[in-house]
């Protein structure tokens, strides 16, 4: 599958829409918080990565470690360099420019007429209102609300009072020019021209159901083609994973193999789950199941080279299980990936 | 004489196996024999030959029985592919497909992926032998004969390297995954 980005009008369901695909497609969602976690973490300091979540003139600091590169240099060199052979799904952030011309990018974004997203926009504030009142009673909910989550984003740009108050017609306008003028600062460019999109979807015409369809086709078009340009056969192709990833061990190539051999479809490492963190909420543990099987909705995860490992990765099972009821994840153990290799040796 | 191990390798006997069968072969006659949809019987070759011509004379219903065979075709694509296919017509039939031995569950999900385009009314599994720990995928798996480890075993139509196939029991290899 390739790396889908989602640029979103305020209102217009990109969010849902995103964590919707997310949960079809067992890819990771990233939003701009987990970008600037996940790709700055080595390079940037706490102070930094909440100065970059807030501005976006930010990026053009220079890095501690190399004076003569910037955030954003730094951002869309790892980008480039992860999208490569990685999977996700990047939710805003200018994430269609950073991975513009990229190869195995396709860029997604939702729109509605602004009469619409102000009455979602509205709905929205007052879900926020009863939120901000509960969490008054209650000190400490922390729970984030995915639905909110737009509402949440200005929490660092005005005041929660504001949020809640103001018309909706106006918290639409500025959700929109704090997205247009992030989009304008960082690259000079107009969040109106749609050129770059390989997709604009009108939620208002469409439901949710209906775009996830469109993408879906748009993603099996795209998986056709790369596989054909590759095996240059269409009569024998055979569609498992997009491409090769580039596996840590000959035992995951193997068990590629195996699943390529019985026509199973796979993903590797679609997704991470953060299963630990510590006092300030930051993720100090995560779960990255090797193998993702779309048709079972299950997660597997090899276990077959060192077996002093098991035991950490039966805790981190447990854990994960604990964590997100209802997933589906197997342990392969050496002795299973062996017979199972053994019929057709 | 094929086998020279010794008695403490077999881990069932003929007898246990026969009773076993039998018992089978009563539970799938009481489950079915109310069904009034055709009944048919797909098993895999070779392995589990002894086993479906046991089991097909221990259920007491009219049935049909038929083999398909899968084997790996070494091409650009180097994939799994049918290479003996079904020939009689099962769409809308009670279909039972009989296993010698149940592991992974990725053979057995490729013959019923297979299978389902003939469009059956029921389609379920019964194997002489399985490991629930070791299943990988979910499979409607409704008859086990006996539960198994990870030990590797042969006979009664289990093979390593095409012998052991003829044996009336199943003993271990003396080898394990």
Known sequence: ?345 | MQDNQENNDILFTEQQIAKRVIELGQQITQDYQDSNRPFSVIAMLKGSTYFLADLTRAIKLPLKFDFMAISQVQSATNIVQVTRDIEIDIAGNDVLVVEEIVRSGLTTHYMFEHLEKFNPASINLVAMLANPDQLMINLPLKYIGFEIDYTRVVGYGLDYREQYRNLGYIKKLNETY
């Open chain 1, 1 to 345: 599958m390739p790396i889908l980005t989602i640029s979103r009008e305020a209102g217009s369901f990109g969010d849902e829409f995103a964590e919707r695909l997310s949960n079809k497609s067992g890819y990771t969602l990233i939003d701009f918080d987990q970008m600037i976690e996940i790709f700055l973490k080595p390079i940037a300091s706490e102070h930094e990565k909440q100065m970059l979540e807030v501005s976006a003139k930010y990026f053009f600091e220079p890095i501690t470690t190399d004076q003569q590169m910037n955030f954003k240099a730094y951002l869309e060199g790892s980008i480039h360099d992860w999208a490569k052979n990685h999977n996700a799904i990047l939710l805003g952030c200018g994430a269609n420019y950073f991975l513009k011309d990229h190869p195995r990018a396709i860029h997604l974004r939702t729109v509605s007429p602004l009469e619409i997203r102000e009455q979602r926009i509205e709905i929205s504030q007052e879900q926020y209102r009863n939120y901000l009142q509960y969490k008054e009673k209650n000190k400490d909910f922390s729970t984030s609300i995915d639905s909110l989550h737009e509402l949440k984003f200005m929490e660092k740009f005005i005041p929660a009072t504001q949020i809640a108050d103001i018309s909706s017609g106006d918290l639409t306008q500025r959700i929109d020019r704090q997205y247009r003028r992030f989009v304008s600062t960082l690259f000079q460019a107009d969040d109106n021209q749609f050129d770059s999109f390989h997709l604009i979807l009108n939620t208002d015409k469409l439901s949710l159901d209906a775009c996830l369809s469109v993408v879906n086709s748009l993603i099996e078009d795209y998986e056709i083609n790369r596989h054909l340009a590759k095996q240059g056969d269409s009569e024998q192709a055979i569609l498992q994973s997009t491409d090769i990833p580039e596996f840590k061990n000959e035992s995951e190539k193997e068990f590629a193999r195996l699943l390529n051999l019985y026509q199973v479809e796979w993903r590797y490492e679609p997704k991470f789950f953060p299963v630990e963190w510590d006092e300030e909420n930051r993720v100090t543990m995560a779960f990255s199941p090797d193998f993702y099987l779309p048709k079972f909705d299950l997660y597997l995860e090899l276990t077959t080279m060192d077996q002093r490992y098991v035991s950490a990765k039966r805790k981190k099972l447990k854990k994960l299980e604990e964590l997100y009821p209802g997933i589906n994840v197997k342990i392969i153990y050496r002795r299973d990936f062996l017979s199972l290799i053994q019929r057709f040796e």
